[in-house]
C-alpha cells in the first residue's frame, strides 16, 4: 500500500510540474496555453499552486535581496509574510470578484479556472524578477533605467497575459473581457471602500462602549 501511495503522489507531482512548466508556454502563446491549461493539463490546480508559490518567492527575493542601490526602504523592517499576504491576498479577491462579475456576462469559467489563470499569468514575475535581482548588484545607479524597464516589461506581459487568459478561459472577446475586468476592479475598490468604512465604524463603536464601561467602572469605585 505505501509504494502505491507513493506511486500515486509521484504520479501526481508530475503531472502538476508538467502543467506548470507548460505555463512557460502559456506566456508565449497565452490564448492557446490558457486554453490547454483549462481543458487539457493534468493536475492544473495543484500547478497553479506551485507556480504560486514561485511568484510569491520571486517577489520576496525582488523586495528582500536587490542592491541597495535600488532598494526601497530598509529590507531588515520588511514584514515576509505581509509581503506573501500583498501577493496571495490580491489573488484571491480578484478571483472572486471576478468570477461575480462574470457570471452576470455569461462566463464560462469557474472560480477555480480565473484564479488558475491569474497566476499563470503572473509568470513573468518569475521570469523577470529573479535576473533582475541578480542584475541590481551588478548595475549603477546610472543604469537604473534598465531596472525600470524590467519592471514595466513584467507588469505589462502579465497584464496582457491575464487578459488574453481570461478572453481564452471565458470564451469571451478582448473588449468584453477589458469591459469584465473593468467592472471588476471597480468592484474591487467598492468593497475596499464598504470594507474600511465598516472598521472605522467598528473602531468607533468600540470605542464608544469602552469609554461607557470605564466611566461605570468609575462610579462604581
Excluded at 492557446?32 to 495543484?46: A, D, Q, S, T, V
Aim: hydrophobic share 55%.
Amino acid at each position: 500500500h505505501k509504494r502505491e501511495e507513493t506511486f500515486v503522489v509521484r504520479t501526481v507531482l508530475k503531472e502538476a510540474a508538467s502543467t506548470a512548466l507548460y505555463g512557460f508556454h502559456a506566456c508565449i502563446h497565452p490564448f492557446e496555453g490558457f486554453y490547454n491549461i483549462k481543458h487539457f493539463r493534468k493536475r492544473n490546480g495543484l500547478a497553479a499552486l506551485l507556480v504560486l508559490f514561485a511568484v510569491v518567492i520571486a517577489v520576496v527575493l525582488k523586495l528582500q535581496c536587490t542592491g541597495f542601490l535600488f532598494q526601497i526602504g530598509n529590507p531588515e523592517d520588511n514584514n515576509i509574510f505581509l509581503e506573501i499576504l500583498l501577493v496571495v491576498a490580491p489573488i484571491c479577491i480578484w478571483s472572486v470578484v471576478n468570477w461575480s462579475m462574470t457570471t452576470l456576462f455569461e462566463g464560462k469559467a469557474t472560480m477555480k479556472n480565473i484564479f488558475i489563470t491569474t497566476v499563470f499569468a503572473l509568470l513573468p514575475l518569475v521570469i523577470i524578477y529573479l535576473p533582475q535581482v541578480l542584475l541590481s548588484h551588478f548595475f549603477t545607479l546610472d543604469e537604473s533605467a534598465f531596472i525600470s524597464i524590467l519592471d514595466a516589461i513584467a507588469l505589462i506581459w502579465s497584464i496582457w497575459l491575464l487578459l488574453a487568459g481570461l478572453a481564452s478561459v471565458q470564451d469571451y472577446t478582448m473588449f468584453k473581457t477589458i469591459l469584465t475586468s473593468v467592472f471588476t476592479i471597480l468592484a474591487i475598490v467598492a468593497l475596499l471602500f464598504l470594507a474600511s468604512v465598516f472598521y472605522s465604524s467598528l473602531q468607533q463603536l468600540v470605542s464608544f462602549f469602552t469609554t461607557i464601561f470605564s466611566e461605570l467602572t468609575y462610579w462604581i469605585q
